[in-house]
Antibody, heavy 121, light 113 residues
Framework: EVQLVESGGGLVQPGRSLRLSCAAS????????MSWVRQAPGKGLEWVGF??????????EYAASVKGRFTISRDDSKSIAYLQMNNLKTEDTAVYYC????????????WGQGTMVTVSS | DIVMTQSPDSLAVSLGERATINCKSS????????????LAWYQQKPGQPPKLLIY???TRESGVPDRFSGSGSGTDFTLTISNLQAEDVAVYYC?????????FGQGTRLEIK
């Protein structure tokens, strides 16, 4: 079964850091770009950023709202994508989803269940 | 950044009727080299992650009922749900994946009248 499972969410104080993980199974992880999308409580979807597959350079892109604070990385040997979040702000409070896209279908066809991040003092 | 604007923000449709949701992008998402529109539609039900319905503006994802259809090109797109069923109550989002940031529309809430 093709699956993405996020972990690492929780309650964190403003200014602190948190690292989310996204464990993939059921497909060749290294063939896919991996994105992170977040959803603040009661709000819409916001794309956070993505990392291309190694075949496309493994480079990253970020939303302006997180650029310089968040870093996406991947370990293809473990089939895991990471979202390192530094200098967290209250407005980063959201459910964080990981999702995949490919060169043949860049749309996000598989999503994890999400992990909640709450930034509060 | 490409801004995606959906209309309406919410709508109520009777069971068995047709629902139409519009999405407009601030610039074209049609890639001329392959003549594909980099536009997707997602459905999100309460407490669940989004689900891909349509990609390339009009290609239905595997397993999605054929009452869901997508149309449009360039900057104007439509999601049509025919013969509305109770299980179609959800929030629907369009998204462009033409260029990062891969922006979403604000969402359209669909309810039963």
């Amino acid at each position: 079964e093709v699956q993405l499972v996020e972990s690492g969410g929780g309650l964190v104080q403003p200014g602190r850091s948190l690292r989310l993980s996204c464990a993939a199974s059921g497909f060749t992880f290294g063939d896919y770009a991996m994105s992170w999308v977040r959803q603040a409580p009661g709000k819409g979807l916001e794309w956070v950023g993505f990392i291309r597959s190694k075949a496309y350079g493994g480079t990253t892109e970020y939303a302006a709202s997180v650029k310089g604070r968040f870093t996406i990385s991947r370990d293809d040997s473990k089939s895991i994508a990471y979202l390192q979040m530094n200098n967290l702000k209250t407005e980063d409070t959201a459910v964080y989803y990981c999702t995949r896209g490919s060169s043949s279908c860049p749309a996000f066809d598989i999503w994890g269940q999400g992990t909640m991040v709450t930034v509060s003092s | 950044d490409i801004v995606m604007t959906q209309s309406p923000d919410s709508l109520a449709v009777s069971l068995g009727e047709r629902a139409t949701i519009n999405c407009k992008s601030s610039q074209s998402v049609l890639y001329s080299s392959n003549n594909k529109n980099y536009l997707a539609w997602y459905q999100q039900k309460p407490g669940q992650p989004p689900k891909l319905l349509i990609y390339w503006a009009s290609t239905r994802e595997s397993g999605v009922p054929d009452r869901f259809s997508g149309s449009g090109s360039g900057t104007d797109f439509t999601l049509t749900i025919s013969n509305l069923q109770a299980e179609d109550v959800a929030v629907y989002y369009c998204q462009q994946y033409y260029t990062p940031p891969f922006t979403f529309g604000q969402g359209t809430r669909l309810e039963i009248k």
